[in-house]
């Protein structure tokens, strides 16, 4: 049984590291210059625990690989690059070996489910940073992250307790859940103030917003009839096997959106993060006014490559009155 971490980012940068070197079979397939990094000095893994260099065996595109019957693969990009990783896989001969999303929002499932019959949902909780090309940083312990896996739409299988146990020796909390999404929705109410951080500043006041967009998304959801479990800071496990612990040496650079506009990115995942819920609202016709507005700054942010924290709050009030 081998991995195959497609997308070498924050999260997927991490697992396939850390499943490295806890001597699992590990194939990593990143692009650009993470994976030139990669190829040519290899990936250095910092926790508050370790800091290692980790020689991944990396390839730049699915049709590099020969995939096996028993391999698990990882899809570990963001929500916006799915459609084209899910079509590069089945490309490549992937059938119905188990695919795992380890991604942040809803989406991700049911757009693989289209294209193949062995899905899985994970929820993660892992606060890495990838802002330089080459290294990955895990600001968690004494376990670098806290993983929930389970098929999709709902079940467990062997599959799913086999990553678990994988994973449980790479140093990663990892448990088989019957119904995973039901975490997923709980980690996607948490992902809607991702974009807030990015646009004002991490850190930065923000009187109310977050509120006032986690009320909206929780009324979509019961509109919706979307059962979600909290995984917020208080929830048991966290407090049993992960405490954020900054690393030293290393700035906090903020949420996985700041990250993508600070290296620069042309998307980010704003739209599959409050553009779920806008998307649910208005199928259920619940008023989103402020999901709708921050999605379109994300956008406007990403296309006109503005720097993190260039947004005022004024300026977030003024485009949420023309939702």
């Not at 949902?121 to 929930?148: D, H, I, N, R, W």
């Not at 809607?192 to 509120?211: D, F, K, M, Q, Y």
């Not at 506009?261 to 208005?282: A, C, H, Y």
Request: glycine residues 10%; charged residues 20%.
């Amino acid at each position: 049984m081998g991995f195959v971490v497609f997308g070498t980012g924050a999260i997927g940068g991490a697992v396939a590291a850390a499943l490295h070197l806890a001597q699992k079979d590990v194939i990593a397939i990143s692009r650009g210059a993470q994976l030139d990094a990669i190829r040519s000095k290899g990936l250095r893994l910092r926790t508050p625990l370790m800091d290692e260099v980790v020689k991944l065996h990396a390839v730049g595109a699915a049709n590099d690989i020969e995939f096996g019957p028993d391999d698990m693969i990882l899809l570990a990009m963001k929500g916006q690059d799915t459609g084209e990783a899910l079509e590069d896989l089945r490309a490549a001969g992937v059938t119905d070996q188990p695919i795992f999303c380890l991604q942040n929002g809803v989406a991700n499932e049911s757009k693989a489910l289209r294209l193949f019959p062995n899905v899985h949902g994970v929820t993660v909780m892992m606060p890495a940073l990838f802002t330089v090309p080459g290294e990955v940083v895990v600001q968690s312990a004494p376990k670098t992250g806290l993983f929930y896996i389970g098929r999709y739409p709902g079940g467990m299988d062997d599959a799913d307790e086999s990553l678990c146990a994988a994973l449980t020796d790479a140093g990663i909390a990892a448990f088989p859940k019957d119904n995973v999404m039901a975490t997923k929705y709980g980690k996607l109410l948490m992902n809607l103030s991702n974009i807030v951080g990015a646009a004002l500043g991490h850190g930065a006041p923000a009187p109310g917003l977050r509120e006032t967009m986690r009320a909206e998304a929780e009324a979509v959801l019961a509109a919706a009839g979307v059962d979600w479990e909290d995984v917020g800071m208080d929830h048991p496990d966290r407090k049993a096997h992960m405490t954020f612990t900054k690393v030293a040496g290393v700035e906090n650079a903020g949420t996985s959106t700041t990250q993508s506009f600070l290296r620069k990115t042309k998307r980010v995942e704003t739209d599959w993060l409050n553009g779920e819920i806008v998307w649910l609202g208005r199928l259920h016709g619940v008023p989103v006014p402020v999901n709708a507005a921050l999605t379109r700054i994300a956008a406007r942010m990403a296309r006109d490559g503005v720097a993190p924290g260039s947004v005022t709050m004024d300026e977030i009030e003024a485009e949420i009155r023309t939702s």
